[in-house]
């Protein structure tokens, strides 16, 4: 199958810093990629869907000027956690799909354990 | 936009027995319907799929079955085994409204105990 490669896996950060985490897509080019969140049992909830070349998509309560998302190649996607607080600490994963059709496999990345302290 | 539904949230069964979890959507036009097996911390693995044009599927010990006018979908794994172990969702595509986006259900933590 696709590869989908996430990075950090994990990383702390202090209260109103900054944090990126990239999404890439390694053996396919993705026009779209996807960002989920996922707090402690419970299921992942979609942010936001990037678009190459576009401006991202925010699904409704999310606030795009908090999480910045850039894609700015067919292979990369970043999600940059603006002046994080400890309520954004959760498990960040990018997903994307092989192909634009509806019916076609979404491939995930690691995920980001994002801790804000 | 699409709302998928899932129970139970979680199940326990004896090794070597069924285990069944259903969920139902909201999107009518919605034609993909993957399942995922997630670990602690891990990010989700696809098992099983299946597409509005089949009402069923197997592959090995996981079957899937699909009922369009109910608007609603099923895993099945027979002969459970320890290392079923983890959460499981069912997902959806929705696409009223051009969101052509995965909905994911709330999850079912599956424990297969000796």
């Known amino acids: 199958g696709a590869v989908v490669s996430q990075h950090p896996s994990r990383v702390i950060c202090k209260s109103g810093t900054s944090v990126k985490i990239e999404c890439r897509s390694l053996?396919?080019?993705?026009?779209?990629m996807f960002w989920y969140r996922q707090f402690p049992k419970q299921s992942l909830m979609l942010m936001a869907t990037s678009n190459e070349g576009s401006k991202a998509t925010y699904e409704q309560g999310v606030e795009k000027d908090k999480f910045l998302i850039n894609h700015a190649s067919l292979t990369l996607s970043t999600l940059t956690v603006t002046s994080a607080h400890p309520e954004d600490s959760s498990f960040y994963i990018c997903s994307a799909r092989v192909g634009a059709g509806p019916d076609t496999e979404a491939f995930f990345g690691q995920g980001t354990r994002l801790t804000v302290v | 936009g699409e709302n998928v539904e899932q129970h139970p949230s979680t199940l326990s069964v004896q090794e070597g027995d069924s285990a069944v979890i259903k969920c139902t959507y909201s999107d009518s036009a919605s034609n993909y319907f993957p399942w995922y097996k997630q670990e602690l911390g891990k990010r989700p693995q696809l098992i099983i799929d299946?597409?509005?044009?089949?009402g069923e599927k197997k592959d090995q010990r996981i079957a899937v079955t699909l009922n369009k006018t109910a608007k609603h979908f099923s895993l099945h794994i027979t002969e459970t085994q320890p290392e079923d172990s983890a959460v499981y969702f069912c997902a959806a595509i929705g696409l009223t409204g051009g969101g052509n986006k995965l909905t994911f259900g709330t999850g079912t933590q599956l424990k297969v105990e000796l």
């Open positions: 299946i597409r509005s044009n089949v």
């Open positions: 053996d396919f080019q993705a026009t779209t």
